[in-house]
């Protein structure tokens, strides 16, 4: 293929003397001919031969791109923006193309300009009706061929014949059209609707001069060479590609790498830009072979970064996203896919030579999420045996992901988990076990349909045995991978009574699954969430994926760096600037019958690729990185993801980006260099041996307070434990009149010193939450998220929602926080009904005692206002609930992000307010006060159990046992 590398010049003698023999005509002056509007043929219309047996194995369509091939015969790709097919042959091979006609009524003439872009010689012919017009092509030559044919009674078929007379080579026909008297009319190729085919035909592997034409396609392709949208001209490309590519030397440069040829030959291709761009009179084939030119220096400079000599690169082949395009049931084997395999690219840059490292080992279905050991030794994979597509998710219950392993030579393959569970991402961790993502915890989430299991964080051993869920967070966790100080960062969707669909962002944890800590982004709406972060070597910052919530994770590559803030915009740089943030910043195409809004559809004639994406990216440094990339369209819920979404790329800050493979039915993610790597240092574990029942929490000033508190005293903290949801389907029972509400229960309180500091024991393992409560026990902050502790572990914290960018001071200066002078508190439980949460026991019993007499439906309605607060059940809940609610300022699942103190709960209620300003004749006791100010802070719930049966247990004003999962 040295013809792809070097300078090629159009042969004009050889033109001329081939239209002397009047077999090849020269190319037309604009105006020669009046140019009539395209003909467009369907692609399905066409017909595809090879060594004289017709091709019928048609790949999917990726940005124009199709390619005909069957078993290792000749190859035909379609390149339907551009008009044009390429033929692929070797020695002896014959590949023809039959391009049906429109009926003609007088004589007629078909004509194409044929090149060869890759190898040295081929046999090309033009055939219609019986004439037909042949000719030797070498390399660097570009002539039109045209024959000449009668009036036809049919539609006529016209034949571009390609044949190989030596080595490989890829023949290009481009600029087909009909020609009569006076007119030409052009032939367009039209693409025929996408259809989703699952699992994905496997397709005959590209030979080396066809990777070529599909590396040149996708350079028109991101330039804008004849796209749909926003196409441009070679010239503007041009200039763009030396923007980015000077961008690149100067980086290379400033690295003290070596580039001394490929520098020279750029400053020599500059040379020619400037004299093309001051002709007025420089012709378009002379701006393509330029344009061509740059594209492959430039693709050797990336070529030649030392960061891009990654070595092999092991990835997973995948249909991206489950029974429909959502993160909540990417993960989830009931919803998997089938197709795919591990694979690994061998010369990644060089060939799109592939090694299957798993494929055949297993039955049909779906792989995920592969990471490579500290050594370089070993793979693990994610695996969900999915004999067909699911229609709907739940739809295969028995279907599961559990964790697999091979060796990276392909031996020692092996299962490592099983079960009912949906086991994920696993992450080698620097003690030798593994982290991974697991539906072991129990419970189902809030929002949306279902049935969609949670899935939290787990550790295993290395061979997968003793795996045990270490988060007991209440929903979705994602994406474990080690930071360079042997953190774990991950993906925490956090919603504890706010918005549910802004929060899919950075948290952090020990191996051990001690100290959890915010690390980015869960107060921000911009962007969504933050999926598939990994630490960038030898930088503090992390570089993950900006992505929308309705959809699969996929979006923006950004890098984060929390030494700028923990929140909002500033401590992002958006790496991939070309794709906004999704869903906070331009929609995914969901919920419109699979269309965007109008208003967004009015702007997409000036988007070249709207919906256009990255995923799964892999940093080599804070400018450079693997990752996957599709031209397509991002589908949100409800929709499919075609199969073929994603391709693998070499990514630079600078707005370049080369391909390294792609295969045109199934998508390729999660690229990753299967080499050793460093290892961070092993964070020792303080937990106590099993059996230890309690942690620890210390709050070193309650009044360090990221919104500020009221000057008022806090004396208490209430402690809320948070419960998973286990029943499936939003509102499949509601615990109260907050939409898509977690379950709660009061655990009771714990004193607060004079200096603002707490030290008190929690039960272990359990999901709490807490309020800082005033002289009357009513809650001025609550915590809108949640955390536990492990077995002996002790939490520290500075403040009430104090700022991330703090930490406990250590200071010898310091005072010592008055909590630690004593032993941990332990918690004094609250009122009856408060654990198990319970309306009925809770707050009834005030009522009956001072409200009943006068608020009951035989009351005259001067009397009762029309206001009950009997125990009666009405609908879902109670009279006296359904009555007294609406006077409560509560948060559900549409909540802010962030809140000022007494805007929820008791001391921001209008029932409050009017039982302190006086209501007739009642005056309530102490523990009267305490029962409904429990009731109100802890978002007005009725129920404490999820249990249908409980709940009705409950509702008749029953005891329950407590809730079935904690």
Request: charged share 20%; net charge negative; proline share 9%.
């Amino acid at each position: 293929m040295a013809s792809w590398t070097r300078s090629r010049t159009v042969a004009l003698f050889v033109i001329s003397t081939m239209v002397s023999i009047g077999i090849a005509r020269p190319p037309r002056s604009p105006g020669a001919e009046a140019v009539g509007q395209p003909k467009s043929i369907p692609l399905d219309a066409l017909q595809f031969v090879a060594d004289g047996k017709p091709v019928t194995n048609k790949s999917s369509e990726v940005a124009g791109f199709v390619l005909m091939a069957d078993g290792t015969g000749p190859q035909v790709a379609v390149l339907a923006y551009a008009g044009a097919v390429v033929a692929c042959v070797g020695q002896d091979e014959t590949a023809e193309v039959g391009i049906p006609l429109p009926k003609q009524a007088g004589a007629f003439s078909v004509s194409a300009r044929v090149d060869l872009v890759a190898g040295e010689a081929a046999e090309v012919e033009i055939a219609v009706e019986g004439k037909n017009v042949a000719r030797t092509l070498r390399s660097g030559e570009a002539v039109e061929l045209s024959v000449d044919a009668a009036a036809s009674s049919g539609e006529p078929l016209a034949r571009l014949i390609s044949r190989g007379s030596g080595a490989e080579v890829a023949v290009r026909w481009r600029e087909i059209r009909i020609e009569t008297a006076g007119s030409s009319t052009p032939i367009a190729l039209a693409l025929a609707p996408k259809q989703v085919t699952c699992p994905p035909p496997i397709h005959p592997s590209l030979r080396p001069a066809m990777e070529q034409v599909m590396i040149e396609w996708d350079w028109r392709m991101q330039d804008g060479i004849g796209t749909p949208r926003d196409s441009v001209t070679y010239a503007a490309a041009v200039e763009r590609m030396f923007e980015g590519g000077d961008h690149l030397i100067e980086d290379l440069h400033s690295g003290g790498h070596q580039i001394d040829a490929e520098t020279a030959e750029w400053g020599s291709l500059r040379s020619e830009w400037k004299k093309l761009a001051a002709d007025e009179k420089a012709a378009e084939v002379a701006w393509e072979k330029l344009w061509r030119e740059v594209h492959h220096v430039r693709r050797r400079i990336t070529l030649k970064n030392p960061l891009a000599d990654t070595g092999p690169v092991v990835f997973v082949q995948d249909v991206p996203g489950g029974a429909y395009s959502s993160h909540i049931v990417s993960f989830h084997g009931d919803c998997a896919r089938p197709g795919g395999g591990v694979f690994v690219l061998e010369e990644p840059g060089r060939s799109m030579r592939l090694r299957p490292l798993v494929r055949d080992q297993l039955p049909q279905g779906a792989y995920m999420s592969p990471e490579v050991s500290y050594d370089g030794r070993r793979v693990l994979f994610a695996y969900s045996e999915a004999e067909s597509d699911p229609t709907t998710y739940g739809q295969f219950p028995d279907r599961h992901f559990h964790l697999y392993s091979v060796d990276a030579d392909g031996g020692n393959f092996a299962q490592l988990t099983d079960g009912p569970y949906d086991d994920h991402s696993p992450c080698f961790l620097p003690n030798g076990k593994i982290a991974f993502c697991s539906s072991r915890r129990g419970g189902f989430h809030r929002c949306g349909k279902g049935p969609c299991p949670t899935h939290t964080m787990a550790i295993c051993e290395a061979d997968g045995s003793d795996p045990r869920v270490v988060s007991f967070h209440d929903t979705h966790e994602y994406d474990p991978a080690v930071l360079h100080d042997g953190r774990v960062l991950y993906t925490r969707w956090d919603y504890v009574d706010r918005r549910a669909v802004n929060f899919q962002h950075l948290w952090t944890v020990k191996p051990d699954g001690s100290d959890v800590r915010i690390y980015y982004g869960n107060s921000t709406l911009n962007p969504m969430g933050i999926w598939e972060a990994q630490p960038i070597p030898g930088s503090k910052r992390v570089m993950g994926t900006a992505c929308a919530h309705h959809a699969v994770p996929a979006g923006s590559i950004v890098l984060v760096d929390v030494s700028k803030g923990i929140d909002d915009l500033k401590p992002l740089t958006r790496f991939t600037p070309d794709v906004p943030f999704y869903e906070s910043e331009f929609p995914v195409r969901s919920r419109w019958g699979g269309r965007w809004p109008p208003e967004v559809m009015e702007r997409l004639q000036t988007i070249r690729w709207p919906g256009h994406c990255y995923r799964s990216p892999y940093p080599l440094s804070e400018k450079y990185c693997l990752a996957a990339y599709t031209f397509d369209t991002l589908r949100g819920e409800p929709y499919k993801n075609p199969p073929h979404l994603f391709g693998l790329y070499l990514v630079d800050c600078f707005g370049n980006k080369e391909l390294l493979y792609r295969d045109l039915n199934i998508s390729s993610s999660w690229p990753i260099p299967l080499r050793q790597r460093d290892k961070p240092p092993v964070l020792p574990s303080a937990l106590a041996a099993e059996g230890e029942a309690e942690g620890t929490f210390l709050l070193q000033n309650v009044y360090e307070s990221w919104t500020p508190l009221p000057t008022e005293r806090i004396t208490q903290l209430r402690v809320i434990q948070v419960l998973p949801k286990t029943t499936p389907n939003m509102g499949n029972p509601s615990p109260g009149a907050a939409r898509g509400a977690p379950g709660k229960q009061v655990l009771g309180t714990v004193p607060v010193e004079e200096d603002g500091s707490a030290h008190f024991r929690v039960p272990a393992r359990k999901a709490v939450m807490f309020q800082a409560l005033d002289e009357r026990g009513r809650a001025v902050q609550t915590m809108y998220s949640l955390t536990y502790a492990q077995p002996g572990e002790t939490v520290a914290c500075v403040g009430c929602h104090e700022h991330g960018m703090t930490s406990p001071s250590a200071s010898p200066s310091s005072p010592v926080a008055m909590a630690l002078g004593r032993p941990p508190s332990v918690i004094t439980p609250g009122p009856d009904g408060s654990l198990p949460f319970s309306y009925p026991l809770l707050v009834q019993p005030v009522l009956d005692r001072h409200c009943v007499r006068c608020h009951k439906a035989e009351m005259p309605k001067e009397q009762s206002g029309d206001v009950f607060l009997t125990g009666e059940p009405e609908a879902k809940f109670s009279k006296s609930y359904n009555a007294l609610v609406g006077r409560v300022p509560y948060r559900d699942s549409n909540g802010p992000p962030r809140t000022s103190p007494d805007q929820y709960g008791a001391r921001g209620s209008k029932l409050t307010t009017l039982l302190v300003e006086g209501h007739h004749d009642v005056e309530l006791a102490a523990q009267d006060w305490e029962r409904l100010i429990t009731w109100m802070d802890t978002n007005a719930l009725f129920y404490g159990t999820f249990n249908h049966e409980d709940q009705g247990r409950q509702l008749r004003g029953e005891r329950i046992q407590g809730p079935e999962l904690e």
